[in-house]
Each structure stands twice: as structure tokens, then as C-alpha cells.
């Protein structure tokens, strides 16, 4: 067991280029008497809440950390799955820290400062959904990033042993993340049964997105098949434009300098 814990720390280290030797960016004092970080912590106290057990004190400090130091990417509903399930695999403060902000600009193209009218997802994706329904091009690529992508897919996945199998698919490229994608429109279509005659096409789809998966062979299975059958051209949208334009607003135009870190076991999630 520890073994395998090992290794797949190592494994995620090497996709998210973390260096055990680099240290943590620092934290100007006042920064916690902000407003921006007041605002940002009431949304943070409401949604530990909702998770399981999180040592809160050691979330919000990463947390701080990450939005003082990446302002045109700070905290947001929805990351919190991201640490949940990361704390199970990096288990020092500093990886962690490197491995959530790795991880939030992974994802950043698929949360909510992409406009609405710009659409991330191959077009084969969207084409999966429309065997069955008529949904709207933007509407499909808006929901299914906000619901799955953004998050990791920690909604659709819930059982973090499971999601970690997950992510050691995922976090390799965004092509494994498309095709993890199509493997749960699949599922969710082939698992649709008796469909009220009166249930709009828009409903249908909110079912398949809000589909979770909880047994460990079903999640195995839906893995292969992502691997196995689909196929899809990776669309990428960039955002460079969009992180120049955050960076220039809130005046970040450097990295922040890097004090040294503390290792220590930062999140008791259980």
C-alpha cells in the first residue's frame, strides 16, 4: 500500500514538475488584512464545510499563499476538490503548495474566466452528446468544464482512491482528459433509462454531468475504455492573452521571490 503511494507520488512529482528542493513563495503580513483575501476567505470558510474532513488552518494558509502570489488566479468554488484529493498523494506542505498551483493552471483554461462564447472542447466531444440530445455548442463546453474538468473530476468521482487512479490518467496530457470525458458521457448516456416523455433535452444533459461514479471496478472500466476507444483532437485554447492581461491589472510582473519551506504533513483528509 505505502509502496504504491510512493510511487505514485513520484509518478504525479514528475507530470506537475515539482522540485522537492524549491522553496515556498513568501507572503507579505498585511496581505491577510486585505480585502481581497477577506472576500476570498468567507468563500473558502463556507466551502470547507461542504468537504470532508480538512485541517482548515493548514488549507487556508496554501490557500493564502496561492492567491497572494497568483492574483490573476485566486481561490474559487471548486478548488478545494483539487487539494482534497492531491493531500492523499503530496504530504508536505511544499509539494503540495507547487502541486495545487501546477494543478490550477492545468485547469485554469476551464473555469470561469474563459468567456462563454469561446469553446475549449473538441468538436468529437460535443458530437458524443448530440447522438442523443440538442444542446447548445457553448452551453455543453461551458457546463461539462465547470462540472468535471475545473474540478478534476472530484464531483463524478467521489471515492478519493478511486480519483487518484483517475488522475494518474488525466494529468498526463488534456487528450486523457477529453477522452475521460467521452468515457463518462458514454456511461451516463448508456445508464439513462426510462426517460420521462415531458424531460427537456437541457435536464438530460444537467443528469449525465451530475452522474457520479462510485464503484472502483466501474471507474477502472471507464478508464480503459477512455484509453481504448476514443480518439480526439485536442483543441487548446490559449490563454496567455487572458493571464497577460489579469498579471498587468494586478500589477504581478515577475514571479515572486521564494523563501525557504517547512515540510510537514499540511491536511488531515480522511
Same mark, same amino acid.
Given at each position: ?8 507520488? &513520484? ?30 476567505? %468567507? ?37 478545494? =476538490?483539487?487539494?482534497? %484529493? ?9 509539494? #503540495? ?33 448530440? &447522438? ?28 478519493? +482512491? ?6 494518474? =490518467? ?13 468515457? #463518462?458521457?458514454? =456511461? ?13 433535452? #437541457? ?22 475504455? +477512455? ?17 497577460? &492581461? &489579469?498579471?498587468?491589472? %494586478?500589477?504581478?510582473?515577475? #514571479? ?11 491536511? %488531515?483528509?480522511?
Amino acid at each position: 500500500m505505502y509502496r504504491c503511494m510512493d510511487l505514485r507520488e &513520484r509518478q504525479w512529482k514528475q507530470m506537475m514538475h515539482i522540485d522537492a528542493h524549491r522553496g515556498l513563495p513568501h507572503v507579505h503580513g498585511d496581505y491577510a488584512h486585505t480585502a481581497t483575501w477577506i472576500d476570498l476567505k %468567507t468563500v473558502l470558510n463556507v466551502d470547507l464545510k461542504r468537504m470532508p474532513k480538512m485541517h482548515a488552518s493548514n488549507v487556508t494558509k496554501i490557500v493564502q499563499r496561492h492567491a497572494a502570489t497568483t492574483p490573476w488566479h485566486p481561490y474559487t468554488q471548486g478548488h478545494l =476538490y483539487i487539494i482534497y %484529493t492531491m493531500a492523499h498523494v503530496l504530504r508536505d506542505e511544499r509539494s #503540495l503548495y507547487w502541486g495545487y498551483t501546477h494543478a490550477c493552471r492545468f485547469v485554469h483554461r476551464y473555469g470561469p474566466d474563459t468567456p462563454f462564447d469561446d469553446t475549449v472542447l473538441p468538436d468529437k466531444l460535443y458530437g458524443i452528446v448530440c &447522438r442523443k440530445l440538442n444542446v447548445c455548442r457553448n452551453l455543453f463546453d461551458t457546463v461539462l468544464r465547470m462540472r468535471w474538468l475545473y474540478v478534476l473530476f472530484g464531483q463524478a468521482i467521489p471515492n478519493p +482512491a478511486s480519483l487518484c487512479c483517475v488522475w494518474d =490518467y488525466v494529468l498526463k496530457n488534456d487528450d486523457n482528459m477529453y477522452r475521460m470525458c467521452a468515457s #463518462l458521457l458514454e =456511461y451516463a448516456m448508456d445508464n439513462e433509462h426510462d426517460v420521462h416523455p415531458d424531460k427537456c433535452h #437541457l435536464e438530460r444533459f444537467s443528469d449525465y454531468v451530475s452522474i457520479q461514479i462510485h464503484s472502483d471496478v466501474a471507474v477502472a472500466a471507464l478508464i480503459a475504455d +477512455a484509453q481504448s476507444k476514443h480518439t480526439l483532437a485536442c483543441t487548446r485554447l490559449s490563454t496567455s492573452t487572458l493571464t497577460s &492581461r &489579469r498579471r498587468a491589472a %494586478t500589477g504581478q510582473t515577475k #514571479l515572486p521571490t521564494v523563501a525557504p519551506g517547512r515540510r510537514q504533513r499540511v491536511l %488531515t483528509a480522511s
